[in-house]
T-cell receptor, first 112, second 114 residues
Framework: SQQGEEDPQALSIQEGENATMNCSYKTSINNLQWYRQNSGRGLVHLILIRSNEREKHSGRLRVTLDTSKKSSSLLITASRAADTASYFCATDEETSGSRLTFGEGTQLTVNP | DAGVTQSPTHLIKTRGQQVTLRCSPKSGHDTVSWYQQALGQGPQFIFQYYEEEERQRGNFPDRFSGHQYPNYSSELNVNALLLGDSALYLC?????????????FGPGTRLTVL
């Protein structure tokens, strides 16, 4: 079953703009991970945020986690055409033992 | 350092046939998980192997089975293929079962069932 729900399902922006994607989940988690997928290929790990962390940065990526609201957001700043991909959040539930539950993903299109 | 590798890249089978997909985990990882991703969907957890045993299983029928070898590599077997088994099959590796580490995914095997 899908735990995470990404919002929006699709997002189209111009190069240089910021892109924000949101993820909501239902149960207590160990961590939440964001992945990128290009054209149905393998998943590329972007960032992991643990349940006791509130914000994390990696290059142009900023992830926040609000465990009280069971939600997370991924911000990509100064987007590039190469950022065009599907983005998934995946939760590692407390009782799951490193089993990831994915949402449906957000399709991001960055127009040059 | 090689990441997670999977073979084959693509596979075409007909209904009723059997298929075996292979995965080698990232160096230093001992846990392998398999996911099925249908077109336009997020990946769905199939099962997880650790110390050569199936540790967790998702909501998949017994037609889906697996194996892990002493070198931590893993196989996914699917019997009596159905059209609905057409999907991208992803392997992920991690270290241990603590649930605190990043999972790294391979490039996937695209299975088409005709």
């Amino acid at each position: 079953s899908q735990q995470g729900e990404e919002d929006p399902q699709a997002l189209s922006i111009q190069e240089g703009e910021n892109a924000t994607m949101n993820c909501s989940y239902k149960t207590s988690i160990n961590n939440l991970q964001w992945y990128r997928q290009n054209s149905g290929r393998g998943l590329v790990h972007l960032i992991l945020i643990r349940s006791n962390e509130r914000e994390k940065h990696s290059g142009r990526l900023r992830v926040t986690l609000d465990t009280s609201k069971k939600s997370s957001s991924l911000l990509i700043t100064a987007s590039r055409a190469a950022d065009t991909a599907s983005y998934f959040c995946a939760t590692d539930e407390e009782t799951s033992g490193s089993r990831l539950t994915f949402g449906e993903g957000t399709q991001l299109t960055v127009n040059p | 350092d090689a990441g997670v590798t999977q073979s084959p890249t693509h596979l075409i089978k007909t209904r009723g046939q059997q298929v075996t997909l292979r995965c080698s985990p990232k160096s230093g990882h001992d846990t392998v998980s398999w996911y099925q991703q249908a077109l336009g969907q997020g990946p769905q957890f199939i099962f997880q192997y650790y110390e050569e045993e199936e540790r967790q299983r998702g909501n998949f029928p017994d037609r889906f089975s697996g194996h892990q070898y002493p070198n931590y590599s893993s196989e996914l077997n699917v019997n009596a293929l159905l059209l609905g088994d057409s999907a991208l099959y992803l392997c992920a590796s991690s270290a241990g079962l603590a649930g605190t580490d990043t999972q790294y995914f391979g490039p996937g095997t695209r299975l088409t069932v005709l």
